[in-house]
């Protein structure tokens, strides 16, 4: 349920975030700026990171409670779920500090 709230949970508020501070902006201004739009994406991106973090522990402890020998899918689910920690910790850090 983390995982999944990780894959999908910061993209969509993001979204709505996003669509909510531009109509605001071009009431407002007539006008829309990119970089409080370019913060929610970080946000996001770090909210997913997280999650994903989160998720992967979980996961972790659960596959330590399997007997040997463990499964090759769980291994495979423990990569799906680091999953948006690698891409979306990239893309974070690759905007923070590049």
Known sequence: MIALLAYIGPAVWAFFAIEADRK???ATHGW?????MIGIV??????SSLL????TGLGIAAL???PEPRPVARFAELGFL????????GYV???LFA
């Open 24 to 26: 605001a902006q071009l």
């Open 93 to 95: 850090a690759f905007m």
């Open 82 to 89: 680091f999953l948006p920690a690698v891409v979306a910790g």
């Open 42 to 47: 970080c946000l996001a991106g770090i909210a």
């Open 52 to 55: 994903s973090l989160v998720a």
């Open 32 to 36: 829309a700026c990119g970089n409080p």
């Open 64 to 66: 330590r409670a399997v």
